[in-house]
Every structure is written in C-alpha cells, then in structure tokens.
C-alpha cells in the first residue's frame, strides 16, 4: 500500500471525526473587560519598571503610572455604564466567565476611585524626618532584610524604598476588579487569589515596627490560606452537586428549571448535603474577607500591623469586592435557598453588629478601634443584603460607596500624627490634639461623625438606606439590634472626639506632620464625599438604584 494512499486514508478518517473542528477559539470582548485590562497591564509594566529603570526614578515612574492606569480604567467603566452596559446592553462576557451589569460597573467604579485616593497615600514622602538626606515613605527600605540587620541599616542608608508596592496595588486591584463581577466559581476563587496575595505582601512592609507588620502579614496569611482553603472546597461540593460551576446553571439546578438532565446530574440533584454545605463553605470564605463575626479575628491584628495607608486601602476595597460578590452569589446563585441562608444571616449580621460595637469601646489603639468599628459597619452592611429586595442591593452599593472614601480619609489623617517612634497610634497621645492642631482634630471628628451616623454625614444616609430597606425586607428586629449597635458605637466615636477636644494637651505628645499635597488631596476627597453624601444624597441613591440589577 503506497504512502499516498495511506495518507489519504488519514485524512478521510479524521474529517469524519473532526475533532479540531469542534475546538471553537474563545470569544472575548475586549472592551466590556477594559477596566481590568488596563489595570493588569499596567501592574506588568510596573514589573518591569522595577527591572530595567534606574532606582532613583522608580518611585515618580511608578507613581504616575499607576495613577494614570486608575484614572484610564475609571474612564472605561464609565464609557461602559454610558454605553449602557449597567442596564439594557448588561450581559454575560469572557465565555461566561464575567457578568458586565450593573452591580458590577458601580462596585468597580468605587474601587478604582477608592484605589486611586489610597495611592495617593502610598506615595507619601514627607511626613517621616529625612534619613541620611532622603526623603522616606511607609514602606521598609529593603522588604527582604531581616528587621535590625546590619543590611537593612544600609538599605536606609542608601536611601532605598519598595517601590515594588505599586505594581503590588495594581495586582490587587485587579484581582477586586474582577472579584465582584465573577460570573463562575472557578473565576471567583482566581480573583480572589490574586488579590489577596500582593494583600499578604504589603500587610509585611511597614517601615515601623517592623517585627509587628510582619506578624501581622503571617496571621492574615494563614488564616486567609484557611479561608480559601474553605471556599475551594465549597467550589469543589457545589459543583458535584450541579454539574457545572456556571452561576446560572447553578441557580437553574437550584431552582429546578434545569433542562436536559443527564443520569449523573440526576442523582446529585437529589443530594442537598453537597448543596447546603457547599454554600456554606462559599458564603463563609466571603464573610472571612468581609470581617464579619465569627470570622473576624485577624482584622483588629492585622489592620494595627500593617502599614497606615496599605491598612486604609486594605479596609476599604477590599470590603467593597468582598460584598459586591457576596451580594452575587446570594442573589444569582442560591436565591432558591433563601429560606436555609437568611436566618444564618440574621445570626451573622446580629452578634457581628454588636460584637464589632461592644469590643471596639475597651480599644486604646486608634487603629485597632476604627478595626473594631469596620466590623461593626460589617454587620451594618450585611442589614441591607439580608433584605433581598432591589432596594436591599441598592443601599449595600450606596453603603459601600459612602463608607471607603470615610476609611480611607480617616487612615490618611492617622497617618498625620507623629512621635519619635513613628505614628502615635496609641488613644492616650490623642489627648489635647484639638488645641494643638484645630484642623486635623476637625477633619477627624467629621469622620468619626459619618461612622458614627450622625445626621447631615455620608454615614446617616447610608445606614438609614440600608435600615430601611431591612425593614422593608421584613427584618424589622434586626434594624432595631442595628440602632442599638450605633448607639453603643457612638459612644466611643465621641470619646474620641471629645478626648481631642476637651483633654489638655501633654507637653510631650506627639506633632502633626505637614503632608505633601497627595496625602492632603486624599483627606480632602474624603471629608468632600462625606459632606456631599450627607447633604445631597438623592442622585447617587438613583445611581445605586439604577445599577442594582444582576444579570442572569
């Protein structure tokens, strides 16, 4: 038999079966994923800053391109919600792997603009001395030196920094960009990898007190490798229960509107012990990222160790991620289980408000406090998702939106005041600030004001939102625990502020440092939104409103 003729044998056998032709190529859109694009691409090319530019201009290279990078992806996200991408063109990109809605441009939209403001404070260089006639940021001057080592005083003498900590936050932001808007499991537990590892990194680079920044970095490590961990295993469960990791199949399983049902499928179905405890193990890696009780003990630690600004960031963003994907796998995914997670919730939502209120008043470190109370905004928050109603979505995004620009601006002001050790983090050397340094106490209170939800602040306006849609929603008793739990919140908010105010300053206490404009900028966009949250509320309301629809 010639070789021709075996050829053309191959050939005939091969188009019969055809198996390269049913291999289609992936059809990504480009544009619905720009935000993300733009904001990975950068985080590369901030690698490779780090290789190939010299160290003397990393840090302004690396500064500007990254605010550039936020900037432009803020852009796309609004040419997309423009383009009507959060409402009628809303839809399902990447092969199924990302939903463009609403719900997602509005969250994305509030991390970049939150990323940007905690950039700004990254970039900070004035608030330290000068050392050997450099000027010095938060971060150590060499990460990999061990702390007190003879190379870690040449670091600092050479006048390094780790500018590294830029691309660092373009990765993590990337990883929140795609966090919420995740529209499979498996797209799910790869964004959230990617940005809690660069997370795990910057929680370990303080400049200060490094043994404690680092001690922090290892407990958040692990136990945010447990809580992973927890999710994967969910991930692994919920898809042995429906046969795919597709958040709509899954829901269509749920529900029981499934179509074309295989023999395998069939039997699984029957099994609601994969479904149950596969939720659960999803919802309970999530509420670990949220902060919410019981899975909350590495934020007090961890919010106190790791640097000011990365702890800013950190508290803001990452809860804005956190909650934007909570809200989709409770509303798109498991809406058929209602009934089994809204009472958990409730129990959630309850000991989290009142445990994050209660702790907070024994606290005597201003940043382990404002921990305490991002636990309790936790609970606050968790309020508004339990409504399951479109006002229910609507407050969280509004909540969400209001509280990161308070965080931040409030971690920038800490930042402020100085002793010879650093930040004077300690509530005691807060005494008398409000004599010494009107404006700073000023700006403070009003930010202690909006957490504590007083009238005329961004804070008011978001807890009466998401209340009130609880109430709405039929969790009446919850909205009545949520006022108590502001009431015992207050408490310390204004022990605070009356501390500033009305204590006589020591003579030994510590200075407010003068910042460069990036740090002033970033209070001042903080105390702006407060205000205008406060007063005028009413658009951005109908702009959350109107972006509280998921696709399915």
Same mark, same amino acid.
């Given at each position: 038999?010639?070789?021709?003729?075996?050829?053309?044998?191959?050939?005939?056998?091969?188009?019969?079966?055809?198996?390269?032709? &049913?291999? /289609?190529?992936?059809?990504?859109?480009?544009?619905?994923?720009?935000?993300?694009?733009?904001?990975?691409?950068?985080?590369?090319?901030?690698?490779?800053?780090?290789?190939?530019?010299?160290?003397?201009?990393?840090?302004?290279?690396?500064?500007?391109?990254?605010?550039?990078?936020?900037?432009?992806?803020?852009?796309?996200?609004?040419?997309?919600?423009?383009?009507?991408?959060?409402?009628?063109?809303?839809?399902?990109?990447?092969?199924?792997?990302?939903?463009?809605?609403?719900?997602?441009?509005? @969250?994305?939209?509030?991390?970049?603009?939150?990323?940007?403001?905690?950039?700004?404070?990254?970039?900070?260089?004035?608030?330290?001395?000068?050392?050997?006639?450099?000027?010095? /940021?938060?971060?150590?001057?060499?990460?990999?030196?061990?702390?007190?080592?003879?190379?870690? &005083?040449?670091?600092?003498?050479?006048?390094?920094?780790?500018?590294?900590?830029?691309?660092? =936050?373009?990765?993590?932001?990337?990883?929140?960009?795609?966090?919420?808007?995740?529209?499979?499991?498996?797209?799910?537990?790869?964004?959230?990898?990617?940005?809690? @590892?660069?997370?795990?990194?910057?929680?370990?680079?303080?400049?200060?007190?490094?043994?404690?920044?680092?001690?922090?970095?290892?407990?958040?490590?692990?136990?945010?490798?447990?809580?992973?961990?927890?999710?994967?295993?969910?991930?692994?469960? @919920?898809?042995?229960?429906?046969?795919?990791?597709?958040?709509?199949?899954?829901?269509?399983?749920?529900? *029981?509107?499934?179509?074309?049902?295989?023999?395998?499928?069939?039997?699984?179905?029957?099994?609601?012990?994969?479904? =149950?405890?596969?939720?659960?193990?999803?919802?309970?890696?999530?509420?670990?990222?949220?902060?919410?009780?019981? $899975?909350?003990?590495?934020?007090?630690?961890?919010?106190?160790?790791?640097?000011?600004?990365?702890? *800013?960031?950190?508290?803001?963003?990452?809860?804005?991620?956190? $909650?934007?994907?909570?809200?989709?796998?409770?509303?798109?995914?498991?809406? *058929?289980?209602?009934? /089994?997670?809204?009472?958990?919730?409730?129990?959630?939502?309850?000991?989290?408000?009142?445990?994050?209120?209660?702790?907070? !008043?024994?606290?005597?470190?201003?940043?382990?406090?404002?921990?305490?109370?991002?636990?309790?905004?936790?609970?606050?928050?968790?309020?508004?998702?339990?409504?399951?109603?479109?006002?229910?979505?609507?407050?969280?995004?509004?909540? @969400?939106?209001?509280?990161?620009?308070?965080?931040? *601006?409030?971690?920038?002001?800490?930042?402020?005041?100085? /002793?010879?050790?650093?930040?004077?983090?300690?509530?005691?050397?807060?005494?008398?600030?409000?004599?010494?340094?009107?404006?700073?106490?000023?700006?403070?209170?009003?930010?202690?004001?909006?957490?504590?939800?007083?009238?005329?602040?961004?804070? $008011?306006?978001?807890?009466?939102?998401?209340?009130?849609?609880?109430?709405?929603?039929?969790?009446?008793?919850?909205?009545?625990?949520?006022?108590?739990?502001?009431?015992?919140?207050?408490? +310390?908010?204004?022990?605070? !502020?009356?501390?500033?105010? +009305?204590?006589?300053?020591?003579?030994?206490?510590?200075?407010?440092?003068?910042?460069?404009?990036?740090?002033?900028?970033?209070?001042?966009?903080?105390?702006?939104?407060?205000?205008?949250?406060?007063?005028?509320?009413?658009?951005?309301?109908?702009?959350?409103?109107?972006?509280?629809?998921?696709?399915?």
């Amino acid at each position: 038999m010639s070789a021709t003729a075996v050829h053309s044998l191959w050939t005939t056998a091969a188009t019969a079966a055809d198996p390269i032709g &049913k291999i /289609d190529a992936p059809k990504i859109e480009y544009g619905q994923l720009s935000p993300v694009l733009i904001v990975l691409g950068a985080a590369i090319i901030g690698i490779l800053i780090e290789a190939f530019v010299p160290r003397r201009f990393r840090y302004y290279v690396q500064t500007f391109m990254s605010a550039v990078a936020l900037v432009a992806a803020f852009a796309a996200v609004v040419a997309l919600a423009a383009g009507g991408y959060g409402t009628t063109k809303a839809g399902i990109a990447a092969m199924g792997a990302i939903a463009v809605d609403g719900p997602a441009l509005f @969250l994305q939209g509030t991390i970049l603009l939150a990323s940007l403001v905690g950039l700004f404070t990254f970039a900070e260089r004035r608030l330290d001395p000068d050392v050997h006639g450099n000027r010095v /940021d938060s971060f150590a001057a060499q990460a990999a030196s061990v702390p007190g080592s003879e190379s870690e &005083k040449k670091a600092v003498k050479a006048g390094f920094t780790t500018t590294e900590v830029f691309p660092l =936050l373009l990765f993590a932001v990337a990883g929140m960009l795609v966090f919420p808007a995740a529209n499979d499991l498996l797209t799910l537990f790869v964004a959230l990898e990617v940005f809690s @590892l660069p997370l795990y990194l910057l929680c370990a680079l303080a400049r200060r007190k490094r043994l404690m920044s680092q001690e922090a970095a290892v407990k958040y490590f692990l136990l945010g490798a447990f809580a992973s961990a927890f999710t994967l295993f969910g991930i692994a469960l @919920l898809y042995g229960y429906a046969g795919s990791m597709s958040y709509g199949t899954i829901a269509q399983v749920v529900d *029981g509107t499934v179509q074309n049902v295989t023999p395998a499928l069939a039997d699984t179905m029957g099994n609601d012990a994969l479904l =149950l405890v596969g939720a659960a193990l999803i919802v309970m890696g999530l509420l670990f990222k949220v902060g919410a009780v019981p $899975f909350h003990m590495w934020t007090p630690d961890v919010y106190q160790g790791a640097p000011t600004p990365v702890t *800013g960031f950190m508290a803001a963003a990452t809860k804005v991620a956190a $909650f934007g994907a909570l809200l989709r796998i409770l509303y798109v995914v498991l809406p *058929g289980l209602r009934w /089994d997670w809204r009472p958990v919730m409730w129990a959630v939502a309850i000991v989290t408000m009142l445990a994050g209120a209660i702790v907070a !008043i024994t606290q005597t470190d201003i940043k382990r406090l404002l921990a305490y109370s991002s636990i309790a905004h936790a609970g606050f928050i968790l309020a508004g998702v339990i409504a399951t109603t479109p006002d229910g979505i609507s407050s969280v995004l509004f909540y @969400l939106a209001a509280y990161s620009f308070v965080t931040i *601006g409030a971690f920038a002001v800490v930042t402020l005041v100085r /002793d010879a050790g650093g930040e004077a983090t300690h509530l005691s050397k807060w005494a008398g600030l409000g004599r010494r340094s009107p404006l700073v106490a000023a700006v403070f209170a009003v930010f202690l004001l909006a957490f504590a939800g007083i009238p005329l602040t961004s804070g $008011f306006s978001g807890k009466f939102a998401v209340f009130k849609a609880a109430a709405e929603g039929g969790a009446a008793p919850l909205v009545v625990i949520g006022v108590i739990s502001s009431a015992i919140a207050a408490f +310390f908010y204004i022990r605070v !502020i009356v501390l500033m105010f +009305f204590s006589e300053p020591r003579p030994e206490g510590p200075t407010v440092a003068v910042p460069s404009p990036l740090t002033m900028t970033a209070i001042g966009v903080g105390v702006a939104v407060t205000v205008v949250l406060g007063v005028a509320p009413q658009y951005f309301l109908d702009l959350a409103g109107q972006a509280g629809v998921f696709v399915r």
